[in-house]
């Protein structure tokens, strides 16, 4: 399984970007989609989280900001982040937990998102 993600880039405080993540291969069965990030010095955090019958999670950071949704069909999952703060800035990564796993068992590359002040 593949994870294809897309949609970083540079964007003003209080801007918005779209992610994209994508799974390829053979993905099988996905249970939850999420979205991940890791700023430089922090410890990588939940962002978001879609689960196979839509429930969504967020961090408290996040809430109200950034709406996470998923395309089944397409294996693929959005991160819509809409008034971004400088403290957004960081490495964005999806990842996928298979069906009888505890914890996500397949992980894409990152995708940058840098947010100016």
């Known amino acids: 399984v593949q994870l294809q993600a897309s949609g970083g880039g540079v964007v003003q405080a209080g801007g918005s970007l779209r992610l994209s993540c994508t799974a390829s291969g053979n993905p099988f069965s996905i249970q939850d989609m999420g979205w991940y990030r890791q700023a430089p010095g922090k410890q990588r955090e939940l962002v978001a989280v879609?689960?196979?019958?839509?429930?969504?999670d967020y961090a408290d950071s996040v809430k109200g900001r950034f709406t996470i949704a998923r395309d089944q069909a397409k294996n693929t999952a959005y991160l819509q982040m809409n008034s971004l703060k400088p403290e957004d800035t960081a490495v964005y990564c999806c990842a996928i937990r298979s069906p009888g796993q505890s914890e996500y068992n397949y992980w894409g590359q990152g995708t940058l998102v840098t947010v100016s002040s």
């Open positions: 879609i689960g196979r019958g839509g429930l969504t």
